[in-house]
């Protein structure tokens, strides 16, 4: 992600989730944005000013009279691209739902105009209580994005309801897709992706498959969803977490992977085929597990069904589709662009299995992106920078 020339305020409001502000900091510091971190007199407690300082190279605000800035409310709320408050406590929700502009994060909320998020962290029984639900419906209605909270162990010891900060890297992601979102031609539009592997029983306790980790497919759901897309991943068995943001369909087979990928393409705008389904499926599993004691093993196999092929006829007309090719040898190209055709796709990314760096198992790619009219060799690179580069070319093609 590049956010080079977009400017953030991050407010950080007192709550021991402070501390994790730090890192939301430094991401998009690292991604090139300008960011500002305003601090309120309870953040300052858990969190010295030098801290964030350090972390974005920029002087930290905490009061309205700093530097004798008695206007620096203006130029803060008028001048960024968005403004998100992580963590917002329970008393800081409520002063910014009444208007109250006591401090200088709330009077930047009050005068803001631009795109506002906010990342409530407190414990679970004030964030349930209705006084907070209030307030934070009263946000809501005027247009700020409420970024969680999560489910899970609080300052005070375990919790299974709601009060959590969201993890910083989700907070990021949430922010990029809302500084994304105004000039994306991605948004509202509605993408699905596969990833992974598919397994196929041979018996309940052996399956055939591949070594698909679905990273690939992963940071395409990713990409699509800081872009402002609204993102399915329909994902074969991965260890990997679901992205931020995206509606995640977990399948076994390619045949569960043909069914899913039926469903929800019906309202797609863009499909993209990253996953690596089994192609063979044994003919008859065995019911119960087969004991090495019996011996040899013979298994009739038989295709699994092309879900390419199988959803031709019910993916909407102007759904754009781009399919992946894992290729071996020469006439690597040659093989790609005849899959291409063959199964009338938009675009068609071709890896190699035989090179290092890339493919399965591997933390980068390298690729060549085929249209009808074009190839694009891409180079190695990390398979989130290679999502972008993907969607870089679908976009041209939209």
């Known amino acids: 992600m590049n956010l080079s020339g977009r400017r953030v305020v991050l407010g950080v409001s007192g709550g021991i989730a402070s501390y994790k502000a730090c890192t939301i900091a430094r991401r998009l510091t690292e991604a090139g944005a300008a960011v500002d971190v305003v601090l309120t007199a309870s953040a300052a407690e858990f969190i010295r000013p030098v801290t964030f300082e350090a972390l974005t190279?920029?002087?930290v605000l905490t009061s309205l009279w700093d530097r004798g800035e008695a206007l620096s409310h203006i130029e803060y709320a008028k001048n960024p691209d968005a403004i998100v408050v992580a963590p917002a406590t329970a008393n800081l929700i409520a002063?910014?739902?009444?208007?109250?502009?006591?401090d200088l994060l709330t009077a930047i909320l009050l005068a803001a105009t631009q795109p506002i998020a906010i990342a409530p962290a407190m414990n679970d029984d004030m964030y349930a209580h209705p006084s907070t639900q209030q307030n934070l419906q009263r946000l809501a209605d005027r247009g700020w994005e409420l970024l969680g909270p999560a489910r899970g162990s609080l300052a005070e010891g375990p919790s299974d309801r709601p009060g959590?900060?969201?993890?910083?890297?989700?907070?990021?992601?949430?922010?990029?897709?809302l500084l994304r979102q105004a000039t994306s031609r991605w948004n509202g539009l509605r993408v699905v992706v596969t990833a992974g592997p598919t397994r196929e029983p041979?018996?309940?306790?052996?399956?055939i498959t591949n070594p698909s980790t679905g990273r690939m497919g992963y940071a395409l759901a990713s990409a699509a969803f800081t872009r402002g897309s609204d993102v399915t991943l329909i994902s074969g068995p991965s260890l990997l977490e679901p992205p931020t943001g995206v509606e995640t369909i977990t399948v076994e087979?390619?045949?569960?992977?043909?069914?899913a990928v039926s469903a929800a393409v019906k309202t797609a705008d863009v499909l993209i085929m990253a996953a690596a389904p089994a192609d063979y499926v044994v003919k008859e599993p065995f019911r119960e597990k087969r004991p090495r004691t019996d011996g040899?093993?013979?298994?009739t196999l038989e295709p699994t069904p092309d879900i390419l092929r199988s959803i031709a006829n019910v993916k909407p007309h102007n759904c754009k589709v781009v399919g992946f090719a894992l290729e071996v040898g020469d006439g690597a190209v040659e093989r790609a662009r005849e899959k291409l055709r063959a199964k009338a796709l938009d675009l068609i990314v071709m890896n190699r299995a035989d090179e290092a760096g890339a493919g399965f198992e591997s933390e980068t790619n390298r690729v060549t992106l085929i249209t009808e009219k074009s190839e694009q060799h891409i180079e190695s690179l990390p398979k989130s920078a290679v999502a972008e580069k993907i969607f870089d070319s679908v976009e041209a093609l939209l």
């Open 202 to 207: 041979i018996d309940p306790v052996r399956v």
């Open 164 to 177: 959590r900060m969201l993890e910083p890297e989700e907070i990021v992601a949430h922010v990029v897709r």
């Open 253 to 259: 087979t390619t045949e569960d992977m043909l069914a």
């Open 57 to 59: 190279g920029r002087p």
């Open 95 to 102: 002063r910014a739902a009444q208007g109250i502009a006591d």
């Open 296 to 299: 040899p093993l013979a298994l």
